[in-house]
């Protein structure tokens, strides 16, 4: 199958890129911008393999899309504005690029009579619930600039769907974390701060909760949504590992031999969600479940991160 990935540069999408190159049974195309978190550096280890190409590309341009998609079987449409934190200080280009660029994707995947598209998105539309779980048909409740497009661009992708009979298929991953992550999120930060003796800052009371999944995991569920899920379906992915991010920070404190005194608490995010939790039976009816514990693939995590100081320390910010 030859495979269209959007954002495949990113965090997720470079390592579902690495995923199925280094299988051998597809070919690949990677699409993406270059902005602050696509990295050609994450893709280093497949530049060479004859099944991977790289097309430099914006979403929201037509032309460009076209011709680089023309011939492709698949599209996995990972490209998106994706931290909550950037969208608060500026959200008028997590609204383009997500919504218009959802668009422009989908409408160009319908032009060229694409077989199959999978829109990857975040559980974070379902908004905070104070218990339970949330299912794929309840109702969208977004609360920051970030999860409001997304969710604006999961009814973008099913409107071709209802309209045009596009093959869209909709993923909604729990917080992932793992190698080539952008050290402005949560896990890489605060392994690459403990790594060079920089206290941690934790928001708030540190009680919010978030179900935490290692990278490898989510995109074998990836994959298997788009050779195996039924078009027009929804599938939540969640690996069952809802800590607080206090227990988080624990768990990496040890890992990092440091101690209580490397914790520093902050001003809360506005409007921070409390707790996200996915129901997961769906995906798991198709045959797929984590392949790690949680301990396991933060160990794993922070053995990276200290191997690869040359990937993570250009990208880093002051402190």
Known sequence: MKLFVTGGAGFIGSNYVRRVVHRGEDEVTVYDALTYAGNMANLRDVEDHPAYRFVKGDITDRESLEAAMRGHDAVVHFAAESAVDRSIVSPDEF????????????????????????????????????????????????????????????????????????????????????????????????????????????????????????????????DLVLRSGQVGEIYNIGAGNEVPNRTLVDKLLELLGADESMVRYVEDRPGHDRRYSVDTSKMRSLGWSPARDLDEALAETVAWYQANRWWWEPLRGPG
């Open 95 to 222: 609204v383009y690029t997500n919504c218009q660029g959802t668009n422009v994707v989908c409408d160009t995947a319908r032009q060229l009579e694409v077989d199959r598209v999978l829109h990857i998105s975040t559980d974070e539309v379902y908004g905070s619930v104070e218990e339970g779980s949330s299912h794929e048909d309840d109702p969208l409740e977004p609360r920051s600039p970030y999860s409001a497009s997304k969710a604006g661009s999961d009814l973008i992708a099913l409107s071709y769907l209802s309209t045009y009979g596009t093959p869209v298929l909709i993923t909604r991953s729990s917080n992932n974390f793992g190698p080539y992550q952008y050290p402005e999120k949560v896990i890489p930060l605060f392994v690459t701060n403990l790594m060079d003796g920089v206290p941690v800052p934790l928001y708030g009371d540190g009680m919010n909760v978030r179900d935490w999944c290692f990278v490898d995991d989510n995109c074998a569920a990836l």
